[in-house]
T-cell receptor, first 110, second 113 residues
């Protein structure tokens, strides 16, 4: 089955860029997603990328995909205190289950 | 537009009891999936239903069961509750092929004592 791994914690200063990394094992994952979870809340879909893409940009968010290394990253530009949360990457084939990483806790310091 | 709605938001059950959790998908979404999120971990896939048929099942014991109704809402049932079943249970809905991603509800926080 698929394994998805993420670093546990990231601390960043307000206004700096954040980069959250993720590695996955299942090359059949056709979609790779980034979700955000705030304390006590469900998961908010931030962005996703098809496996045939290398990069996707959506306002302050940039997703980079290196299929050869099975590495996915999420860059948040101009990080704000409201970006403090847990970020999950997840992979799956269209219409099928998602496999999530363990999450990266991002702390934004003023 | 209403998002994915789950009920109840919180509940406390005793070991050995049974629980039913409910989920209403986004209007027009025919696929519903259930995930279990233990504190400090990522969500784990339990079930997926599409058009009332089970499309996938995760590595969970037979104490876990689910169904989808004609209006595409869904229930997750857990029998003979164990302390380890304490978790946030998340429901997600998606369109036919999930091309736009999966929209999650706020979850049901289940505590087993």
């Amino acid at each position: 089955g698929e394994d998805v791994e993420q670093s546990l914690f990231l601390s960043v200063r307000e206004g700096d860029s954040s980069v959250i990394n993720c590695t996955y094992t299942d090359s059949s994952s056709t979609y790779l997603y980034w979700y955000k979870q705030e304390p006590g809340a469900g998961l908010q879909l931030l962005t996703y990328i098809f496996s045939n893409m290398d990069m996707k940009q959506d306002q302050r968010l940039t997703v980079l995909l290196n299929k050869k290394d099975k590495h996915l990253s999420l860059r948040i530009a101009d990080t704000q205190t409201g970006d403090s949360a847990i970020y999950f990457c997840a992979g799956g084939a269209a219409g099928n289950k998602l496999t999530f990483g363990g999450g990266t806790r991002v702390l934004v310091k003023p | 537009d209403a998002g994915v709605t789950q009920s109840p938001t919180h509940l406390i059950k005793t070991r050995g009891q049974q629980v039913t959790l409910r989920c209403s998908p986004i209007s027009g979404h025919k696929s519903v999936s259930w995930y279990q999120q233990v504190l400090g971990q990522g969500p784990q896939f339990i079930f997926q239903y599409y058009e009332k048929e089970e499309r996938g099942r995760g590595n969970f014991p037979d104490r876990f069961s689910a169904r989808q109704f004609p209006n595409y809402s869904s229930e997750l049932n857990v029998n003979a509750l164990l302390l380890g079943d304490s978790a946030l249970y998340l429901c997600a809905s998606s369109s036919d092929r999930g091309l736009d991603g999966y929209t999650f509800g706020s979850g049901t926080r289940l505590t087993v004592v």
